[in-house]
C-alpha cells in the first residue's frame, strides 16, 4: 500500500489529509486542509487503549472489532470514500502512522476499491517536522519587524509584502485587547504548525518581515524559538496621523467587528454578543485606565452602542478616539522607548515601502 514521507510537500502543496485520529486528539492539535472523519470514538479509542496496555496489541484489535458493529463499520469506510472520491489527491494519517491509518487504509480499499496513501510517521512525524521547519527557518533567515502605534495599517502593509507572515492572522486575533474575534483562536498546536507552514512557504526568501508583537497574541503564544530572536529584530515604525488611525481602528474594531458576528451569529444575536464582546474588552483593561476613566468610557460605550442600533456611529467613533489617545499611545509610547536603539526608520506608508525597496528588503 503507497506511503508518504516528502512532509514538505504535503504542506507545500496544500495535499488534503484525512485525519482518522479519535475526535479529542484532533481537537487539541491539527493541520490546516485536514478533515476528522474517525476510526474510534472517543469512548472507543480509551477502550481500545486501556485494553492494549493491559493484555497488548491482537487483544485491542479484537476489542475494537467488537466495538465497531457492521452498520458503524460501513459508514465510516463510505465516509472515509466519498471523502477519498472528494479528494484523489488526499492522504491519510493516525497518530503515529500505525495501525489505526494501516486499517483504515487496508478497509478502503477492500471493501471500497478506493486507494489511499498513508503518512509515514503519522501526526507525530508531520508534526514534528514542522517544528523543526520553524527552529531551522528562524535560525537562517534574518527577521525584520514592523511597529507602530494601534490603527497605522500594520497589518495591511504586512499583507502587501510577499515576504510577511501575518502572526495575528494565523492566531486569528488583532493582538489588542479588544482584537478577539467572533470565532474562537485556533488551538496553540494549530497556530503553531500554521506558523511553521508559512515559514516553510518563505524558506527561500532572504529576509522575514513581522509585526512587532509582545510574547501573547490573545491566547496565544508565540514559540520562543522565533520569539527570542524577534526581541533582537531590527524596527520599522510606520506613522499615520491620529485621524487616519481613528478610522482605521473604527473601521476594524466596529464596523468590521459588527460584520462578522453578524456573519456568525443570527441577526437577533449578533448585535448582543458584539456588545458583550466591547464590554469585556474594556473591562480587560479596567486596572490600566484607572476607576475614574473607565466608568467615563463604559458610560460613552454604552451610549455609543445605543446610538449604533439608530445608525449613529459618532459617539462609538469618539469612543475609538479616546481609546486610541488615553490607552493605546501612552502604552505604545512606553514600549517604544525600550526599544529605540533597534529602530531604522520611521515614515509613513509610502516612505516605509519605498525603504523596503531601496534597502532589497523584498523578493522580486
Not at 257 to 281: G, N, P
Amino acid at each position: 500500500m503507497p506511503l508518504v514521507s516528502d512532509f514538505g510537500a504535503l504542506f507545500l502543496e496544500q495535499r488534503p489529509l484525512l485525519d482518522v485520529r479519535a475526535p479529542v486528539e484532533f481537537k487539541e492539535g491539527a493541520f490546516p486542509h485536514a478533515t476528522n472523519l474517525p476510526l474510534l470514538t472517543d469512548d472507543e479509542r480509551q477502550q481500545v487503549g486501556t485494553r492494549y496496555k493491559q493484555q497488548g496489541q491482537d487483544a485491542a484489535i479484537a476489542l475494537g472489532y467488537e466495538l465497531v458493529d457492521a452498520k458503524s463499520k460501513a459508514e465510516r469506510i463510505a465516509g472515509w470514500a466519498a471523502w477519498a472520491k472528494q479528494h484523489p489527491d488526499g492522504v491519510l494519517y493516525c497518530f503515529r502512522g500505525g495501525l489505526r491509518s494501516r486499517l483504515t487504509q487496508q478497509m478502503l480499499a477492500d471493501e471500497a476499491g478506493v486507494i489511499v496513501p498513508r503518512v509515514a510517521g503519522g501526526y507525530k512525524a508531520m508534526r514534528r517536522f514542522l517544528l523543526d521547519t520553524l527552529t531551522t527557518q528562524v535560525s537562517q533567515t534574518p527577521l525584520l519587524l514592523l511597529g507602530g502605534r494601534t490603527g497605522c495599517g500594520k497589518t495591511d502593509l504586512l499583507q502587501s509584502l510577499p515576504n510577511s507572515v501575518d502572526l495575528e492572522g494565523i492566531a486569528h486575533h488583532r493582538g489588542s485587547s479588544f482584537g478577539r474575534h467572533a470565532q474562537a483562536q485556533p488551538a496553540q498546536i494549530d497556530f503553531e504548525n500554521g506558523l511553521a507552514i508559512r515559514l516553510l512557504q518563505l524558506a527561500k526568501l532572504p529576509l522575514l518581515v513581522l509585526e512587532d508583537e509582545g510574547r501573547a497574541i490573545g491566547s496565544r503564544d508565540i514559540p520562543h524559538s522565533l520569539f527570542v530572536p524577534m526581541n533582537a529584530a531590527p524596527l520599522v515604525v510606520l506613522e499615520a496621523g491620529l485621524e487616519a488611525r481613528v478610522q482605521q481602528s473604527f473601521k476594524e474594531y466596529v464596523l468590521d467587528a459588527l460584520h462578522e458576528f453578524q456573519r456568525t451569529y443570527c441577526q437577533d444575536e449578533a448585535f448582543a454578543r458584539y456588545s458583550a464582546h466591547v464590554h469585556a474588552s474594556l473591562d480587560r483593561i479596567q486596572k490600566r485606565l484607572g476607576g475614574v476613566r473607565y466608568q467615563a468610557m463604559k458610560i460613552l460605550l454604552d451610549a455609543g452602542l445605543s446610538a449604533l442600533q439608530d445608525d449613529d456611529a459618532s459617539l462609538l467613533r469618539e469612543f475609538v478616539r479616546r481609546l486610541l489617545v488615553e490607552y493605546y499611545d501612552p502604552m505604545y509610547d512606553y514600549q517604544i522607548s525600550r526599544k529605540q536603539e533597534r529602530v531604522v526608520f520611521r515614515g509613513e506608508r509610502e516612505a516605509v515601502l519605498e525603504w523596503l525597496k531601496q534597502h532589497d528588503r523584498l523578493s522580486a
